[in-house]
């Protein structure tokens, strides 16, 4: 304990040391002028330390600046009465850690410019939102803007679950989240005004002062850019949409791998099948299981086997998602029907992995466990759960399969992959592209799914497996842009240090992803990606 303590106390201070020694640099470096004016926010991707996001946000900036960009940073400056990070499910008085945040933010941003806010209490805001259900806060609306809307994704993040509650935590975080929406509003609203900035960057635009930003920003016509971490380690997705859509262009010849491609893809899907891969500086399989024997022991009992895979409900996916299905458990009360009227065929249902992280405080409060136990779904001798912390391969049930079953997981398109239809209940980024069934009503899910199971055996065109190979390389290798050799892990898990480097580094000269940005920007690209030449030198 007393070492893993030192370890986080060193790298806080290595990072505050080397973050003193970069922006100087950059401010040093910072000589050209004229290529416009940026404002960038991020006020939910860290507290006291500095999270992936976080880096990749500075980062570009700093290559921002060095390309004569002038970058205005709007920061929160204890801003928010309660914000994403600093608040609590559990205890809704529980103030944010202001001084650690705005602390670490002077020590990113010294020698930049800086615009930062504060929180002032609106009373008559606070007098109408009070005495409001969850309902009413979520489609309410102040000062020409949907603040219940815009903040709703975040609320139902920070509570873990899809329904909210109407108990006083719910309540009154909800109305803490508003007013600071609001305030965010207020203030941007200014910098807009003052600065008329030609581009915007924000991260996620999801969570709510980033989705109030990115929202005005918009409404103004300003070309406004979100950024998600990447499917590669240590990478950044950057998108003029939003980038929890993760959504993806691809060009004729896109649509075709090359033999080079086809063998760096094969090299990926190796290490990512045997469970060996991260995100967002995450390793979310510990270990990796084949099919325990009490499943492998009914297979033989049942003319197929159909695999159901789930998402995790808070997620900001789902804000995408739910086009077909109100939420999730609406299309699985929708499956169990058809679990029930096909007692030939074994239904496996896999929770995320995710839903229920070990050692996180980012645990599901409304999971696909309690909608087992609630509808007795395991009960059916033709279902069999396999529960979020019990880490048996994905891809061992996708190799058992006649088709599978997902809301908007990638798995669906993994499954595409590795020759098996699939049907996706839930938008998903590559849903556009048909190579998955994606049903436009409740009754077409069901009219797909029942057309699956009496076929006989499920056929997926070849092309089909094609496209989503390309689609897969895409967004791992192409709009994934890298960042790493900036980085290293810091010793609280999800965070980063900054390694030691010469900022010049960060030119378009040195740097791709760098690259990548500015010529995104320059020919106003919707999603930036690396040149294929990247992997070729």
């Not at 192409?478 to 790493?484: H, K, Q, T, V």
């Amino acid at each position: 304990m007393m070492l893993r303590d030192f370890k986080t106390r060193w790298d806080k201070w290595t990072n505050a040391f080397r973050l003193r020694s970069l922006t100087r640099q950059v401010a040093n470096a910072s000589t050209k002028t004229g290529a416009g004016t940026a404002v960038v926010f991020n006020a939910s991707t860290r507290l006291g330390n500095l999270s992936l996001n976080a880096a990749y946000s500075l980062l570009i900036s700093w290559g921002l600046r060095l390309e004569g960009w002038r970058v205005i940073h709007f920061v929160c400056q204890a801003g928010m009465s309660r914000c994403l990070l600093g608040s609590s499910q559990d205890d809704h008085t529980k103030a944010p850690p202001c001084q650690s945040c705005t602390a670490l933010s002077t020590r990113m941003y010294a020698g930049g410019e800086v615009v930062g806010y504060h929180f002032q209490h609106d009373e008559a805001l606070a007098g109408a939102l009070q005495g409001l259900t969850t309902a009413e806060l979520s489609s309410f609306e102040h000062d020409d803007l949907p603040l219940g809307a815009l903040v709703l994704p975040s609320i139902r993040w920070r509570m873990r679950r899809h329904h909210l509650e109407d108990d006083e935590p719910t309540l009154a975080l909800f109305r803490e989240f508003i007013q600071s929406a609001h305030r965010t509003a207020v203030e941007f609203r200014s910098v807009l005004e003052r600065e008329q900035p030609d581009l915007v960057l924000v991260f996620n635009g999801q969570m709510f002062p980033e989705a109030v930003v990115s929202y005005l920003a918009r409404q103004g016509g300003i070309r406004t850019l979100t950024h998600e971490t990447g499917y590669q380690p240590d990478t950044v997705y950057i998108t003029a949409e939003d980038a929890t859509a993760r959504k993806i262009y691809l060009t004729e010849a896109e649509r075709t791998l090359t033999p080079a491609q086809d063998r760096r893809l094969d090299e990926y899907l190796e290490q990512r099948f045997q469970g060996s891969f991260s995100m967002g500086g995450i390793q979310f399989w510990q270990e990796i299981k084949g099919l325990p024997p009490a499943v492998e022991g009914k297979l033989s009992y049942f003319e197929r086997v159909v695999p159901i895979f789930t998402n995790v409900i808070f997620d900001t996916s789902q804000a995408h998602a739910n086009r077909v299905y109100p939420h999730m458990f609406a299309w699985l009360d929708d499956t169990l029907e058809l679990v029930r009227q096909h007692p030939e065929t074994l239904f496996i249902l896999r929770a995320h992995p995710d839903e229920l992280r070990p050692n996180s405080r980012k645990q599901s409060r409304e999971t696909v466990r309690g909608w087992v136990e609630r509808t007795g779904a395991d009960s059916l001798p033709n279902l069999v759960y396999i529960d979020s912390l019990e880490f048996v391969s994905s891809y061992d049930l996708i190799a058992r399969a006649s088709f599978v079953l997902a809301y908007n997981s990638s798995v669906a398109l993994e499954a595409v992959m590795l020759g098996k239809p699939a049907v996706c209940a839930g938008w998903a980024w590559y849903a556009e592209y048909n190579i998955v069934t994606s049903p436009a009503t409740p009754e077409d899910y069901r009219q797909a799914v029942r057309g699956l199971l009496s076929a006989g055996e499920a056929h997926l065109p070849e092309e089909n497996r094609r496209l989503a190979r390309s689609l897969v390389y895409y967004q791992n290798f192409r709009a994934s842009l890298p960042f790493g050799h900036y980085l290293e892990p810091h010793a609280i898990r999800g965070y980063v240090r900054l390694l030691p480097f010469d900022v010049q580094q960060l030119s378009p000269q040195q740097d791709d992803a760098i690259q990548s940005i500015l010529n995104g920007i320059r020919d106003q690209a919707t999603v930036f990606t690396l040149p294929e030449e990247y992997y070729d030198n």
